[in-house]
């Protein structure tokens, strides 16, 4: 139903910024909320930012002040620009975009991952 295609990540020193994208297409079923999260080794997945159709914003408290998420409802894609990268950030970011019929059922969606090594 949906299928998403990311791209941005890499290596990047200490201090440096990234900036992420995410298309995501969809079948039949309208897209609502798109977000990011991350996984790093040995730590559960967490919420990066999120960001719903209107414009309504969630961050992760550890990236505020440093990340921006922003998405193009037009084009069903989603940004994350990070950046002052700490090491800490080093992760496999995950697209995800919850998405159905209705905005009162939907599914969530992910796409494979994309590696982010902050490192000098």
């Known amino acids: 139903q949906v299928q998403l295609v990311e791209s941005g990540g890499g290596l990047v020193q200490p201090g440096g910024s990234l900036r992420l994208s995410c298309a995501a297409s969809?079948?039949?079923?309208?897209?609502?909320?798109m977000g990011w999260y991350r996984q790093a080794p040995g730590k559960q997945r967490e919420l990066v930012a999120r960001i719903t159709t209107g414009g309504r914003l969630d961050y992760l408290d550890s990236v505020k002040g440093r990340f921006t998420i922003s998405r193009d409802n037009a084009k069903n894609t989603v940004y994350l620009q990070m950046n002052s990268l700490k090491p800490e950030d080093t992760a496999v970011y995950y697209c995800?975009?919850?998405?159905?019929?209705?905005?009162?059922?939907?599914?969530?969606?992910w796409g494979q991952g994309t590696q982010v090594t902050v490192s000098s």
């Open positions: 995800s975009t919850d998405a159905g019929t209705s905005p009162f059922q939907t599914y969530r969606y």
């Open positions: 969809a079948n039949t079923f309208n897209i609502y909320i």
